[in-house]
């Protein structure tokens, strides 16, 4: 079992930066993969950035450049630095966490980022 609990959302103006944090507890083996995925009123949820135990990346295409994702093993923590936002990226980012190979997966419940001026 993993509890994860999301954290640094917010409103923010076009350009402006952002910073979440989601801070798992519980199993670690469950927590291989750490990532971001958000979702638009309106639209699926996608992928945005995972990271693994051993900091291998991994991004969507169109984010790349703007949006940095880090952890820190020791506290259990994944990180997503988003800068230059754009009124685009406003959605309901979710925290995700699952094992190397396979098991369940775990989702946070979630932080709002809105940007607009």
């Known amino acids: 079992q993993v509890q994860l609990v999301e954290s640094g959302g917010g409103l923010v103006q076009p350009g402006g930066s952002l910073r979440l944090s989601c801070a798992a507890s519980?199993?670690?083996?469950?927590?291989?993969?750490m990532g971001w995925y958000r979702q638009a009123p309106g639209k699926q949820r996608e992928l945005v950035a995972t990271i693994t135990r051993g900091g291998s990346t991994n991004y969507a295409d169109s984010l790349k450049g703007r949006f940095t994702i880090s952890r820190d093993n020791a506290k259990n923590t994944v990180y997503l630095q988003m800068n230059s936002l754009e009124p685009e990226d406003t959605a309901v980012y979710y925290c995700?966490?699952?094992?190397?190979?396979?098991?369940?997966?775990?989702w946070g419940q979630g932080t709002q980022v809105t940007v607009s001026s």
């Open positions: 519980g199993s670690i083996a469950s927590t291989y993969f």
């Open positions: 995700k966490t699952y094992p190397r190979y396979g098991g369940e997966a775990y």
